[in-house]
């Protein structure tokens, strides 16, 4: 007995760490964004802090979910959840980073391989760890999709000035002609968000289930429901 105990320790406790890391997630999101509307009145729409939080939380936890529903287990689940939702974070810095102009500088030799540039090697081998879960991974039409946007709504966001949230009336330069609008200003906060939620969706959606598989979660969770007395067998 002990030494069945001793082999499924492992598993069995970085699947009680998964359980936990939901709990937590949940909890990390509610006071997220509860934070983030309530100090509206300093941080604009939020501000980037928090919703950078709700983000984290959200990929998470929808990892966690189109895992589950795979059949994956509980321990892989955690591990794979947690890495994808960190890797993710640098992966956004490293773009981000590279988005300004002057970054650019930084691939040409001798400024290649100096000091400046070992803290971005750093968040590209983090980055690699979402590769945890490369075997359950599989592209899709949505994954396409969200990325796709992202991508046009940053070439966006570099054409009229790369504005900041921080900074709210500084423009940057870029290789191309700026666009020129309005108040790009008042666009810093929601393409930062938007950008930073599209690619967390598209890592999400690398572990989509089948339609059948999701079906089936569903006729699942309809029945659990109608047990408990919350639904009604009709429905």
């Known amino acids: 007995m002990l030494n069945r105990l001793n082999k499924q320790t492992p598993d069995a406790v970085i699947g009680i ?12 999101f509610a006071y997220s964004l509860s934070t983030w509307v309530y100090t509206s009145n300093v941080w604009g729409f939020g501000g980037i802090f928090w919703s950078s939080w709700m983000i984290f939380a959200f990929v998470y936890l929808g990892i966690a979910v189109f895992l589950s529903i795979n059949g994956v287990s509980a321990a892989e689940s955690f591990i794979i959840s ?8 640098w992966l956004y810095e490293i773009l981000y980073h590279f988005s300004f102009w002057n970054s650019w500088n930084y691939g040409h030799p001798p400024y290649f391989l100096q000091s400046g540039n070992v803290l971005f090697f750093n968040y590209a081998i983090i980055s690699l760890t979402a590769l945890s879960g490369y075997k359950y991974m599989k592209t899709s039409k949505w994954f396409f999709l969200a990325l796709v946007a992202m991508v046009i709504l940053w070439v966006f966001w570099i054409s009229i000035g790369f504005p900041q949230y921080a900074n709210p009336r500084t423009l940057y330069a870029f290789a191309w002609p700026r666009l020129i ?24 959606l690398l572990y989509l ?25 009709n429905e």
């Open 82 to 89: 947690l890495t994808s939702a960190v890797s993710m974070f």
């Open 17 to 28: 760490l998964h359980f936990v890391a939901i709990g937590l997630m949940v909890l990390l």
């Open 209 to 233: 289930p089948s339609r059948q598989k999701l079906s089936v979660a569903k006729d699942s969770i309809k029945r659990f429901l109608v047990k408990r007395g919350l639904l009604d067998y």
């Open 181 to 204: 609008i309005a108040d790009p200003h008042a666009l810093a906060f929601l393409l930062n968000s938007m950008t930073k939620l599209l690619l967390g969706t598209a890592y999400i």
